[in-house]
């Protein structure tokens, strides 16, 4: 069975710019969560989805957004990038229809460069 | 009340011996507790994970030891590995009836099994 895939795997973009971020979760997962990985922060919730809706998000500014897919792909987009915004970005499925137990199956993250 | 505090930072042991990484935490809707470990370049996978109504739970070399009353929960590594060698990052999410489906994460440890 194929895991978390996310696309792409390394970027680089300069400040102002927008990114898109894309996570294909495991066949038949439904939740699909966002987590910004920082030296500094550590992992931090951004936001999660299910069955296209968004259940929760974190405390990040609006330029953080993000959707879902009926076929449960998910899409993150930050606008007008921050130096800060450097982050590895890591995605997560999982199986259940509820609140996720913490039993979450993670990509191996986006690695975002802002210059 | 939402933090999870890990500690250490960081803990080099010999092979063969224990590595211990304790965490602490304050808000008593958690519900659920999961460690997770992540190699250089991959995302974080789930190592094994405990619920409150059990003081301890064991799985191979590592056992989670659950303090309800201290608020605190430990990994152990019994006969660590160099393999071993990841940072190891301990989790917190509330129960069903909360709406956050979110995972709360500790600050990590990198662990160095020197061989």
């Known amino acids: 069975k194929a895991g978390v895939t996310q696309t792409p795997r390394y970027l680089i973009k300069t400040r102002g710019q927008q990114v898109t971020l894309s996570c294909s979760p495991i066949?038949?997962?439904?939740?699909v969560s966002w987590y910004q990985q920082t030296p500094g922060q550590g992992l931090q919730f951004l936001f999660e989805?299910?069955?296209?809706?968004?259940?929760n998000k974190g405390n990040f500014p609006g330029r953080f957004s993000g959707r879902q897919f009926s076929n449960s792909r998910s899409e993150m987009n930050v606008s007008t990038l921050e130096l800060g915004d450097s982050a590895l970005y890591l995605c997560?499925?999982?199986?259940?229809?509820?609140?996720?137990?913490?039993?979450?199956?993670f990509g191996e993250g986006s690695r975002l460069t802002v210059l | 009340q939402q933090q999870v505090k890990q500690s250490p930072q960081s803990l080099i042991v010999q092979k063969g011996g224990i590595s211990i990484i304790n965490c602490a935490y304050e808000?008593?809707?958690?519900?659920?507790f999961p460690w997770y470990q992540q190699f250089p370049g991959k995302g974080p996978a789930l190592l094994i994970a405990i619920r409150p109504d059990v003081s301890e739970k064991k799985e191979g070399r590592f056992t989670i030891s659950f303090n309800k009353s201290a608020k605190q929960f430990s990994l152990h590594i019994m006969d660590s590995q160099p393999g071993d060698s990841a940072t190891y990052f301990c989790a917190a999410s509330k129960g069903p009836l909360d709406s956050s489906y979110k995972l709360i994460f500790g600050s990590g440890t990198r662990l160095l099994v020197r061989p």
């Open positions: 989805y299910f069955s296209e809706t968004q259940r």
């Open positions: 997560a499925s999982s199986l259940e229809a509820a609140v996720p137990t913490g039993e979450l199956f």
């Open positions: 808000n008593t809707a958690f519900d659920y």
């Open positions: 066949s038949g997962h439904r939740s």
